[in-house]
């Protein structure tokens, strides 16, 4: 069982050994050039409150993938750079279909919101497709942990993901990339930026094709990010960031596209509060060439939020969302939409070592009511090294227009039956950590978590004749409970490396058995070295213990690690080159992992116009 877990123990302890005896370092018990570190520090997020605050004074638990992490990890994907966060695990459905996941803690892809600079990002079958958004255009991933339906609604059960866009460059910028890897996959982008007085932006477009492990599994895919900002005046600001993709998979000739626009609105009146308005349209589609598949999915939404300085320890959020959803589904034959009115609140409290932040939420559907959803975050400093944070809150998933309206179409074997009386699914979250920092090049962060889910909604299948029914019902509870611990240590200004593990502990209570596809053990480790010859050299790795495939617990997945080596090279000051090796132990054959097959290869240049 500990097979690999003991080999990514063993690479570790290895790695660390040639950092203390082989690499000459600039004087180990130093601190480091507080640059970087500083930059750790005051990295600004807004996720967590919906405020622009650094994330070293936010009360609730963040972490952030950077834009430098992504291009120091090679990472095609934003679902690859999630993948190697500790607690996180990213996962593809299935090649042919094309839709991903990301389960947070053990709660399930489906019960984890996917914003982009906060527009919702949807897909079919409650997935996101986190492949056809450009890591070029990512300026950094923001992840939340946790119930976070108060300020966000439905979907925020396990927690959210924002993935942050480029905002307008100092100066102008081209830049163009071509990479060709295992399967004979071939990627090429142009990104590039503007900066002329009021006026600036980022654009980037992607071109990706892949045999796929199978021939089923071949793919072209086009990308088209773009952001743009205007400065009326110094206190009036209007962004907009068009989207496109397409998904072509040979596999039943299927296609799925998408196309979206995101419109924010800022103005200032003082130095005391802000007021935006943002607007967002996505349009999804999706079908076969026989027609078994063939529906789109048309979503608006519209919020206004106030933010108000009182005093000096209360800041305040107000704000309203307007949500449609409709569907039109000619494989299923049914034409449907909803909507959801909402209203948030919250209170950002300072007591100088004590944050507070206090907030809910009211989302209300005309056929399954009213959900109310509070949340309360806290942090205390106990010293300069020292600081406890905790929350405790409440959030849902509503039940999709698929479960509510689609009835007696054919999934299989199955007729499946619509359930207009369905209830949305509730969780009841907890978690309580400590940040102690040891020095300002080691920290130490460890967090309890715990949910209670209750109202899950799950099948009932009745064997009548054939084909068999299959019904919707709000039946299971579940528990899903563990730890994290997460170490970053900074041994000099070129080099560094992070170290985490989970626990994960779950239970469907109907049946007492483990959740499928959670792994009780997880680990990971990343090391960064910047080297004297202007080459980066990153190590990553993730090991993922037993699971289950079955709700029954008859069938284990057996546990694997993935390990990671990706090197940049400095050319000149307009060329660069990088190369992967993934999965360098040459990992196969993984239950519910069709993606992971044996090692791949990549090699790309970028050249800056």
Known sequence: MFRNHKRILGLVFLFLLLINFTIPIKATNQEVNSDEEKDLGEIVVTTSTKTEKKISEVPLIVEVITAEELKESNAKTVMEALNFINGVKAIQDSGSWGNNGVQLRGMGSKYTLVLVDGQRFRGGHNCVDLSTISIDMVQQIEIVKGPFSSLYGSDAMGGVINIITKKTPKKNYANLSAEAGSNNTRNTNLSGGFNKNEIGGNFSFTRQSSDGIKKEDRYNKDILNASFALDFTPQAKFEFSPYYSRLEHEYDDRVQERHGLNMKWKFEPDVFSNFYIRSSLLNYKHWTTDEGTNYKEDSTELELGYNRLLGTRHLFTIGGEYSLEERDDKGKDYEESQNIKSIFIQDEMDFTLLQVVLGTRIDSHELWGTEVCPNLGASYQINELMRVRGS???????PTLVNLYADEWRMGPYLVHANADLEPEESLGYQLGLDYDF????????????????????????????????????????????????????????????????????????????????????????????????????????????SYSDDENENKVKDYSLVNVAFNKRISDNYEMYFNVDNLLGIDDIDNEPEIDGIEYYLGMVVKL
């Open 392 to 398: 405790v809150g409440k959030a849902f998933k509503a």
């Open 439 to 546: 020095t300002k090049n080691v920290t130490l962060s460890t967090t309890l978590f715990r949910n209670d889910v209750d109202n899950l909604v799950s099948s009932r299948i009745e064997r009548n004749g054939y084909p068999y029914d299959m019904y919707w019902e709000n039946v299971e509870e579940a528990l899903i409970q563990g730890a994290e611990i997460n170490c970053r240590i900074r041994l000099s200004e070129n080099i560094s490396g992070t170290l985490g593990y989970t626990f994960l502990d779950t239970e469907n209570k109907e049946t007492g058995k483990e959740l499928t596809d959670r792994s009780r053990d997880s680990l990971s480790f990343k090391f960064d070295w910047k080297t004297p010859y202007e080459l980066d050299v990153q190590f990553s790795s993730i090991y993922k213990g037993e």
